[in-house]
């Protein structure tokens, strides 16, 4: 994997590391304002802590704390998802949530095979994509497709993915949306569960780390705003 490769790595982690812990630590405060700042009435719409996650009855993909898989039957294929299928499976990911049409072939290769010849950085994508794809069958109709000049990410609609969920929360919060109690209540237990693909570290990947807990603190901050003007 590319990851391993990079010379910064280890400046990398430790940044990464500096910004989950202050994630944790805007999340920690946001959690004991809700729970201590008004004991006779605490809303309900942002008790977190009553929030139970159903069981899955399908396949699922957790990117809070760990990267974990589940397949249709509920069976853990976390494993099948090597250190290289990992990686492209969250450039694809992310780039698609973040810039709307997933991940071109050149920054793809940046990304993965930047020591590669142009051929064998060629050869490297196939390989991987077609690999990406066999797994992802597992997880009923879902697959990796190029269009428009981009590759992207078709997951079936019936696939629990807490990271999907999270960005579509963020995005009604951008566009002037009100959140459901419901929907609140599962955002902050994803967020609990710890930080994005906290056992995932790179260049790329710290950036975009960076970005979302961006997005977070703002979505935290506009709740504690709510919460001490009622």
């Known amino acids: 994997s590319a990851l391993a490769r990079r010379p910064q790595a280890a400046y990398s982690a430790f940044y990464g590391w500096i910004g989950a812990c202050f994630f944790m630590v805007m999340l920690i405060l946001f959690l004991m304002r809700l729970g201590f700042g008004r004991p006779s009435a605490v809303p309900v719409i942002l008790e977190s802590s009553s929030y139970v996650e159903p069981i899955p009855e399908g396949a699922s993909i957790s990117l809070f704390g760990n990267f974990?898989?589940?397949?249709?039957?509920?069976?853990?294929?976390?494993?099948?998802?090597?250190?290289?299928?990992?990686?492209?499976?969250?450039?694809?990911?992310?780039?698609?949530?973040?810039?709307?049409?997933g991940i071109s072939s050149t920054a793809l290769q940046e990304a993965l095979?930047?020591?590669?010849?142009?051929?064998?950085?060629?050869?490297?994508?196939?390989?991987?994509?077609?690999?990406?794809?066999?797994?992802?069958?597992?997880?009923?109709?879902?697959?990796?497709?190029?269009?428009?000049?981009?590759?992207?990410?078709?997951?079936?609609?019936?696939?629990?993915?807490?990271?999907?969920?999270?960005?579509?929360?963020?995005?009604?919060?951008?566009?002037?949306?009100?959140?459901?109690?419901e929907d609140l209540k599962r955002l902050l237990f994803c967020l609990r569960k710890g930080p994005l693909v906290g056992d995932q570290t790179g260049d790329w990947l710290d950036a975009y780390k960076e970005r979302f807990t961006g997005d977070v603190v703002d979505f935290l901050e506009y709740q504690l705003r709510v919460e001490h003007d009622n």
Do not use: M
């Not at 090597?82 to 698609?96: A, D, N, V």
């Not at 991987?128 to 069958?137: A, G, Q, W």
């Not at 995005?171 to 002037?176: I, L, V």
């Open 68 to 101: 974990t898989a589940h397949n249709t039957k509920g069976q853990d294929i976390t494993y099948l998802f090597s250190p290289t299928l990992r990686e492209l499976f969250l450039l694809i990911l992310f780039h698609q949530y973040e810039q709307g049409n």
């Open 113 to 181: 095979w930047s020591d590669k010849s142009e051929a064998s950085a060629r050869n490297n994508r196939g390989v991987n994509i077609k690999k990406l794809r066999d797994v992802l069958s597992d997880l009923g109709s879902c697959n990796v497709v190029f269009e428009n000049g981009c590759w992207q990410l078709e997951l079936d609609p019936s696939v629990s993915c807490d990271y999907c969920f999270v960005k579509g929360v963020l995005k009604q919060f951008r566009q002037g949306g009100a959140s459901e109690a």
